[in-house]
């Protein structure tokens, strides 16, 4: 049978990056996804807007909500400081296994904990599992209904502390109308927009970066 895009995405980094080296996974992905097959990663646009919160917030612990093939947590673990961990959950067994791989290239895996689970049923047990008390940075990339309600499910297991960053990725396209809604409203956040464009594409897109402060 056909392979499926994320087994050609591997490939692509199997066959063009080098192993060791986020960047020419990054460029290789970046490359393939423009030229041959477009794929939902953050890209290379949303992406230096990703590594420059990143590299501003400097953060100990990150979570990553839809891993999908591990694109954008390569972006964030390359730039993490030693000893920082960065947990990704991707509820896909086919892309998670992809993701494995890709991270397992780029020599990673000692930052990152890829688990294969839907967000709603892991946020609870970060604590208890991973010993995390609060995160400082949250990404999130997963099913776009979803945003509102693990944020708030965060809230709710303790997970944000004052000052913790949330960006969200596709808050125009797909969008993410009622998350919006709330982070924009809430007198607990302090949020901006970046405007750019879909990865790979001439569509608007946006990333939504708010601190926390829980008035
Ligand atoms: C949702 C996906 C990303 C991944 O998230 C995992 N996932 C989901 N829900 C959960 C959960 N509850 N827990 C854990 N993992 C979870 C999934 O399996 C995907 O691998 N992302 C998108 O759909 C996405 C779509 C577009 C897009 C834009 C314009 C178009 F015309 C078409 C598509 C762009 C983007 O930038 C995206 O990010
Ligand atoms: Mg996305």
Redesign the pocket.
């Known amino acids: 049978t056909r392979s499926t895009r994320p087994q050609r995405l591997l490939k692509v980094v199997q066959k063009h990056a080098t192993r060791g080296d986020p960047q020419s996974v990054i460029s290789a992905i970046d490359h393939f996804c423009r030229r041959s097959e477009w794929a ?1 990663n ?1 890209g290379d646009e949303k992406g230096s807007i990703l590594d420059s919160v990143v590299s501003e917030l400097n953060p100990e612990k990150v979570l990553e ?4 093939c591990g694109y954008s947590t390569v972006r964030i673990a390359r730039l993490l400081p030693p000893g920082a961990r960065l947990i990704t ?4 067994a086919d ?1 998670a296994a992809i993701a494995r791989q890709v991270i397992a290239w780029v020599g990673l895996e000692d930052k990152v904990q890829l688990v294969e ?4 049923d892991w946020i609870p047990r970060m604590t208890e599992h991973f010993g995390i008390e609060t995160f400082d940075f949250v990404f999130l ?3 776009k209904d ?1 945003y509102l309600p693990d944020t708030k499910l965060m809230e709710g297991c303790g997970l944000l502390r004052k000052g913790t960053v949330l960006l969200a ?2 808050v125009i ?2 969008g993410v109308p009622d998350y919006l809604e709330y982070v924009r409203n809430s007198l607990s956040y302090k949020s901006c927009y970046f405007k750019s464009h ?2 790979y594409s001439k569509a608007e897109d946006g990333l939504e970066k708010k601190s926390v402060f829980l008035g």
Do not use: K, Q, V
């Open positions: 939902m953050i909500l839809g891993t999908y959950l991707e509820f896909n892309y689970s839907a967000s709603e990339d997963h099913w979803r990725d596709n396209c797909p879909l990865e």
